[in-house]
């Protein structure tokens, strides 16, 4: 089936751009965009929160563990004081 789409042209730099990273062809990318946008489209139930769609996002609950990296400790930590809590 032929099927003609007009682009920005934003839209068909960014088109472009993506073809020539990924070496596939305009038309392959546009196909699995659309295959990809109706899969998921198709898939989502429409009675969900906002929430339940995004809570896999959000993780379970809890807060994420303390880095390991001795810098990225560092900053952690310094995040965890400026942002603490007061009450």
């Keep these: 089936m032929s099927l003609s789409i007009r682009f920005t042209p934003e839209e ?3 088109l472009e751009a993506a073809s020539r990273q990924s070496t596939r062809s305009k038309s392959e990318l546009v ?5 990809e946008l109706c899969q998921r489209l198709l898939q989502q139930p ?5 929430y ?3 809570q896999d996002l959000f993780g379970a609950g809890h ?3 303390a880095p390991t990296d001795p810098i ?3 900053v952690w ?3 965890r004081v ?5 009450g």
């Design 82 to 86: 400026k942002h603490r809590r007061l």
């Design 63 to 65: 807060r994420a563990a």
């Design 52 to 54: 339940e769609r995004g």
């Design 12 to 14: 068909e730099t960014l």
């Design 77 to 79: 930590e310094a995040l």
């Design 72 to 74: 990225k400790r560092q």
């Design 31 to 35: 196909r699995q965009g659309v295959r």
């Design 46 to 50: 429409t009675d969900q929160s906002p």
